[in-house]
């Protein structure tokens, strides 16, 4: 039983272009060790690869058994593959600062005392940025063309804050183009045969349709392989089985061709380079 229709292989193959593959899933069910895995895979096709993660617990350097927070280095010594931990903080941080100082700017030019820092802090850590950036968009050239009306001169002036918020939106269109190019992205979702996980990439995937982010599917990972169990096995151990068998048949229900690949339980951790390897070859198999 195991009428996977398209594997992973084969996904690949068929998007030859792909150039962004993202894992999701809940937390624990294999996320990091799929992308790990995945980069292998794409650098032993000859690909230069980043091996990236913006998760702020320091998984990759915890998988690959060397320190990448915050810097580069090779994977399981295969030379076109890197690895690297986005300090999430830091990132944030130097943002910040970044759009601080244009702030400041525009503040002491509109000749305005007040404090940016609460305004800044609310802008930047604010789901809704994007509109906000919006809205200050709309705000400044308005600004901008008042101050045009009642000026005589027509010379263009500097203006920092509104260069910011216009690359800042550039780059935002930029991402959406390419997150959103089936041909460039594909998203894979990690689940275990367990409810919770199983309901967590449910919603994801119904999000993504939403937003037309390219689902590249299911990969159900850490299934018992039964004949490796004895008839004399603890009684959990069955038990644990059957269970991963029912969501199994619901998981063919729910996702059907979208699933791309089965990994076993290994009898270990995956951590390391010769795990890596084997994960790597159950996953493209
Ligand atoms: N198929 C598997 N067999 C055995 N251990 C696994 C398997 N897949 C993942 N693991 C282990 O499970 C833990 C969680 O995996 P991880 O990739 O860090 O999850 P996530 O990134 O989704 O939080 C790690 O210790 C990893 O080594
Ligand atoms: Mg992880």
Not at 16 to 43: C, S
Not at 46 to 52: E, I, M, P, Q, V
Not at 55 to 82: I, R, W, Y
Not at 118 to 137: G, R, Y
Request: proline share 3%; with cysteine; aromatic share 10%.
């Amino acid at each position: 039983m195991n009428p996977i229709t398209v594997s992973m292989t084969r996904f690949m193959q068929e998007h030859p272009k792909l150039k962004y593959i993202f894992f999701g899933g809940k937390g624990g069910v294999g996320k990091t060790v799929m992308a790990g895995a995945a980069a292998l895979w794409a650098a032993k096709q000859g690909k230069r690869t980043l091996l990236a993660s913006t998760n702020p617990v320091h998984s990759l350097s915890n998988l690959l058994e060397k320190d990448v927070f915050g810097k580069t280095a090779m994977v399981c010594d295969q030379e076109n593959c890197f690895a690297f931990e986005i300090d999430t903080k830091d990132t944030i941080e130097r943002s910040k600062q970044e759009i601080r100082e244009k702030i400041n700017w525009f503040l002491k030019f509109a000749d305005i005392t007040t404090q940016a820092e609460e305004f800044i802090e609310s802008a930047t850590m604010n789901p809704a940025f994007a509109l906000w950036v919006d809205k200050m968009l709309k705000s400044r050239e308005e600004a901008k063309s008042l101050r045009e009306l009642l000026s005589f001169s027509k010379k263009k002036e500097a203006d920092p804050l509104m260069d910011y918020l216009l690359g800042f939106k550039e780059r935002m269109a930029r991402a959406k183009e390419l997150l959103t190019d089936e041909a460039l992205t594909a998203f894979f979702f990690v689940t275990l045969p367990e409810s919770l996980p199983i309901a967590v990439i449910t919603r994801f995937i119904n999000w993504f349709h939403e937003f037309g982010i390219p689902v590249g599917g299911v990969i159900v990972n850490g299934v018992i392989q039964k004949e490796q169990v004895a008839d004399d096995a603890a009684a959990f151990v069955h038990n644990r089985i059957a269970m991963q068998q029912e969501h199994l048949q619901e998981i063919w229900r729910i996702f059907g061709e979208r699933v791309r690949a089965l990994l076993p339980l290994f009898e270990t951790e995956i951590k390391g380079a010769a795990t890596l390897h084997r994960l790597e070859s159950s996953l493209f198999a």
